[in-house]
């Protein structure tokens, strides 16, 4: 079993920056993958970055260049950092930990809401 808890969601202005965390905890695997998806109203969740188990980064092409994926394997943290943000990054954005044949884990999202 592995808990992953997502924070610093929040509302910020279009071109303001946010912080996101993911703590993951329990039996996690040292070949662990981890990524953020996100899910707007009415829309089908989609990846928005993801980090394999030996640092292979991956991102949505929508947030290339202004959002960078991070981890602390020693901590079992993930970040994502998220600059110049636009409204149609609004979203709950999700945390997953998984390991293809393992496991395949779920945050419970946390809120991003991006408005003047």
């Known amino acids: 079993q592995v808990q992953l808890v997502e924070s610093g969601g929040g509302l910020v202005q279009p071109g303001g920056s946010l912080r996101l965390s993911c703590a993951a905890s329990g039996n996690i695997s040292g070949r662990n993958n981890m990524g953020w998806y996100r899910q707007a109203p009415g829309k089908e969740r989609e990846l928005v970055a993801f980090?394999?188990?030996?640092?292979?980064?991956n991102y949505a092409d929508s947030v290339k260049g202004r959002f960078t994926i991070s981890r602390d394997s020693a901590k079992n943290t993930m970040a994502l950092q998220m600059n110049d943000l636009k409204p149609e990054d609004t979203a709950v954005y999700y945390c997953?930990?998984?390991?293809?044949?393992?496991?395949?884990?779920w945050g419970q999202g946390t809120q991003v809401t991006v408005s003047s």
């Open positions: 997953r930990s998984f390991v293809v044949g393992l496991y395949d884990y």
């Open positions: 980090i394999s188990s030996g640092g292979w980064t």
